[in-house]
């Protein structure tokens, strides 16, 4: 499978905290008309690109404070937000909202923040509201040695976190819960749920290394697409060379209908699709694992 290069993730002067001109890390990806909204996981804001522009993006602050410039400082004390979906209205957010989940890789990495949508269903640009995701992730840390959540999607009532393995612990997961008994908890009024069910998937492998979820988007009739890469690491935490990357299909039977090798193993992280037609319009965001590297946002189709 083919994708094009639509831009890099450029920001305005002076924007990056660290001073840097682009967003390196990029993990999740949300679509907004043409916005993109992009979380990166070594960075306390969320990104905004025009997908129809070269136009530098901005940020929007998620979370208060400020990361080392030392890359091993940094990533130890990163909230390593990993996944961003748009979730329905409930009580706390009226027009629904936009989440974005910690990995739950460490114990610093239990965070989730959510910006509400306006009635146009837009984010806001401030006003981001965090809360701890240790209590949901428990079920998660009882099922897998290695937890490290990727994706995440909204779809007929149901949240679905995407667990992604490694070499080490190969198997990938979909963890699905009740949306609504979700959002009860995220307004402190009912305890964390515990998950409907939780579905395993073997992806299969690149170049002897599994292919692991890395992010997730909904279709319709309860289909949804997944990004995958085969990353040579055997932690949650540690960063390996990216030998291979696909784009799937799971189908309403929870069974992967289809899986297709990306021409160029880029390291995509984030993905979304949009109907066009009897196809999907698919746009895609890559993590260098360089902070010096701006990320890339490509597009493709899927029929």
């Not at 690109?49 to 890359?71: A, I, M, N, W, Y």
């Not at 995509?268 to 009897?278: L, P, R």
């Amino acid at each position: 499978m083919k994708l094009a290069t639509i831009r890099k993730l450029s920001l305005g002067p002076g924007l990056h905290p660290r001073g840097r001109p682009h967003l390196g890390a990029a993990s999740g990806l949300v679509l907004i008309g043409t916005d993109a909204f992009v979380v990166g996981d070594d960075e306390l804001h969320l990104g905004v690109f025009d997908t129809s522009s070269q136009r530098p993006g901005r940020l929007v602050r998620l979370l208060d404070g400020v990361l080392p410039e030392d890359k091993a400082d940094r990533k130890a004390l990163k909230p390593d937000l990993e996944a961003l979906c748009v979730t329905p209205a409930w009580p706390g957010a009226p027009h629904g909202a936009l989440m974005a989940f910690g990995s739950g890789s460490t114990l610093h990495r239990h965070t989730g923040v959510w910006l509400p949508l306006d009635a146009g269903g837009h984010p806001a640009e401030a006003g981001a509201t965090r809360v701890s995701l240790a209590a949901l992730y428990g079920p998660l840390h009882a099922a897998f040695a290695d937890v490290n959540v990727e994706g995440a999607f909204v779809a007929d009532g149901r949240l679905h976190l995407l667990q992604r393995g490694h070499a080490g612990q190969p198997g990938n997961a979909c963890v699905v819960f009740d949306w609504s008994a979700v959002a009860a908890a995220l307004d402190g009024h009912a305890p964390a749920p515990a998950p409907l069910r939780i579905d395993r998937f073997d992806l299969g492998q690149a170049a002897g290394v599994p292919l692991c979820f890395t992010d997730a988007t909904p279709l319709s009739d309860g289909a949804w697409l997944f990004s995958a890469v085969a990353e040579a690491t055997a932690s949650s935490y540690l960063d390996g060379a990216c030998v291979g990357a696909a784009i799937g299909a799971v189908g309403a039977d929870g069974r992967v209908q289809r899986i297709e090798p990306l021409y160029i193993p880029w390291k995509v992280e984030g993905i979304a699709a949009v109907a066009e037609g009897a196809r999907w319009r698919l746009t895609v965001v890559t993590d260098a694992d360089d902070p010096g590297t701006p990320a890339t946002m490509l597009a493709g189709w899927w029929a």
